[in-house]
């Protein structure tokens, strides 16, 4: 297999996805199949070719750093799932 | 004659002459969502209430003289394009009770010309698909065959506007995505150049491919529509300070002197319908007999595109998609009480099973160890792809492709492999990795009844000749005034 179930594991972690063992078996699969297709690119000789991430030529768009008008508080929390006093409410992040 | 059967110039017409309102025909459009919506499901939420407003407040800037060509114009809005107040889902459940606080770049355009917006229309989630089918929402139909797929992943863009649940719309296209669609539902899409259209409020899927485009009834609509949208936006910093044309203009110009490119490759590409093969067949040498000359080109390394597409595109996606994680907008698995636990949660729920399969394969391509043997390769024959067309447009004018290997297959068709779904936007998805432009145009049906399209590619910032070419055919052909029977 091109993937392994335990690479497939490690991945899920590495993106916050929690997979049950059913969803690993079929991800697994499909993953490596595609992975199989996309391997046809090492028959194309690319010593020496720049990267391209990006289609069209652009310099950096730079601008002056000035204030400007944002979102106020209240929009910015509106759609927020758990929130208080302002604040953007998460699960405690450190245990004592 | 229905008002919601008009096109966009023939109803700004109307209303410019004062012989219909802005609320008649969004009433009419709003109707006709109403009894077909059923059937079709091309939209995720109808905005009956706004969008009555919005065409009394048409009315009354046209009672004052003030209209412009969308003033008044019902259009639907594909659901991952960001509308101030009203719900956007991406058709993710992970965006479910989603409500911006602002409008996208477009959208400010559109409200300043006037347009009424009727509704967000259905799309696979996150616009990962290439049939709808991925939708977290519902499933759209065909509206030329309801068994049918309508493509993707605008394929509630293309239903609405082929079935008159809009006059026209916008789409999003990353590999193909308004292009198949309108191929398989009979109407026009147009990809507009990387950069011609500001991404600012396009929820996004791969930066570095993503454009917005309209989805219209006739050509003369998507030029009209180009106008309205094409611009300079400070607020996305890959937007390009580029003159926008009058793109209704190349609608009045001749072909003469236009060279038509066919690629060699694409013409005896595997899996190529026949039907779509006699269809744009037909199409190269009804624009021979327009006066278009017609040139074999070479596109030697676009057979490589699906591949480096499926690396790029994946990985682009597992990094913009890291921000859902229930903090600050969207579903939150609120059961969980660690940090990491209620992430995890969070987007497992939410997500999709094809939007978790391109997280997981582009987290792959980019994690330690693999990260050069597949995004930088990727990104290196990216580089050969677009130099190919580079010298393909040394020689033409316009490159003239099949928009999809076949008309629009059977819904659950291709659900269970999705390599085989990857490859159905195998001659659409090129474009995209070299940043040009492409449409399709409506150039004849299946032996089944199914609409076919042919696609016609320019170089950066050319849209102007694919609007010229497409409506010398289209003027010369009658494929786009056949209608869904629905």
């Known amino acids: ?96 | 004659m229905n008002l919601y059967e008009l096109t966009i110039h023939e109803a700004s017409d109307l209303l410019r002459k004062g012989k219909i309102s802005s609320k008649e025909l969004t009433r009419s459009v709003l109707d006709r969502i109403d009894s077909v919506e059923k059937e079709v499901g091309a939209y995720i939420t109808v905005a009956a209430e706004s969008a009555m407003e919005q065409a009394d407040d048409a009315d009354s800037e046209i009672s004052k003289g003030n209209i412009t060509p969308l003033t008044g114009i019902p259009l639907g809005i594909k659901d991952l394009i960001c509308t101030k107040g009203l719900r956007t889902t991406c058709a993710s459940r992970v965006l479910d009770n989603f409500v911006p606080p602002y409008d996208a770049f477009v959208i400010k355009k559109l409200k300043k010309a006037g347009a009424v917006i009727v509704g967000k229309t259905n799309m696979d989630e996150f616009a990962m698909g290439s049939s709808t089918e991925n939708s977290g929402m519902k499933v759209t139909h065909n509206p030329w065959d309801l068994s049918c797929i309508p493509g993707g992943s605008s394929g509630g863009s293309a239903a609405a506007v082929a079935a008159d649940m809009c006059l026209g719309s916008l789409g999003s296209d990353t590999g193909g995505s308004i292009r198949q669609p309108a191929s398989h539902c009979g109407v026009v899409g147009m990809k507009p150049t990387y950069g011609r259209v500001s991404r600012f409020g396009l929820v996004a899927f791969a930066s570095s491919l993503d454009q917005i485009g309209p989805v219209t009834k006739d050509v003369m609509d998507c030029g009209i529509l180009m106008n309205a949208v094409s611009g300079y936006d400070p607020e996305d910093s890959t937007s390009v300070p580029e003159d926008v044309p009058d793109y209704t203009s190349f609608c009045r110009e001749g072909l003469s002197g236009v060279t038509v490119g066919i690629p060699v490759e694409y013409h005896k590409a595997e899996g190529l319908d026949k039907d779509v093969f006699a269809a744009v067949k037909n199409g190269i040498s009804v624009l021979e007999d327009l006066g278009a000359v017609c040139v074999e080109v070479s596109l030697p390394r676009t057979k490589y595109a699906v591949a480096t597409y499926y690396v790029i595109a994946p990985s682009e996606a597992s990094s913009n998609l890291a921000r859902y994680d229930g903090v600050k907008y969207g579903f939150r698995d609120k059961e969980k009480k660690e940090l990491i636990d209620m992430y995890q949660s969070t987007r497992s729920k939410g997500f999709g099973p094809e939007v978790q399969r391109r997280i997981i394969l582009g987290t792959y391509s980019l994690s330690a160890g693999y990260y050069d043997a597949y995004y930088k390769k990727a990104t290196q024959v990216r580089t050969l792809i677009m130099e190919d067309f580079k010298n393909a447009f040394k020689t033409c004018d316009v490159i003239l492709s099949p928009v999809a290997p076949t008309p629009a297959f059977k819904t659950g068709e291709k659900t269970q492999d999705p390599l085989t779904m990857y490859l159905s936007d195998i001659f659409t998805i090129p474009a995209n990795l070299a940043g040009i432009t492409g449409m399709s145009v409506p150039c004849g049906f299946s032996a089944a009844g199914l609409p076919i399209g042919m696609q016609l590619m320019g170089s950066h910032f050319n849209e102007g000749i694919l609007l010229k070419t497409a409506y010398n055919f289209e003027q010369a052909t009658d494929f786009h005034k056949r209608k869904a029977e629905i």
């Not at chain 1, 199989?36 to 090492?42: A, F, G, Q, S």
């Open chain 1, 1 to 96: 297999m091109k993937i392994t179930k335990d690479e497939v594991v490690h991945v899920a972690k590495l993106a916050r996805l929690d997979l049950d063992e059913k969803s690993i078996d079929r991800l697994a699969g499909q993953t490596g199949k595609i992975l199989e297709y996309v391997d046809t690119l090492n028959s194309v000789d690319t010593k020496g070719v720049l990267p391209t991430s990006h289609a069209i030529f652009l310099n950096n768009a730079f601008r002056e750093d000035n204030v400007k008008e944002s979102l106020d508080r209240d929009k910015a929390l509106a759609n927020a799932p758990e929130k208080e006093n302002g604040n953007f409410i998460v699960p405690k992040v450190i245990n004592s």
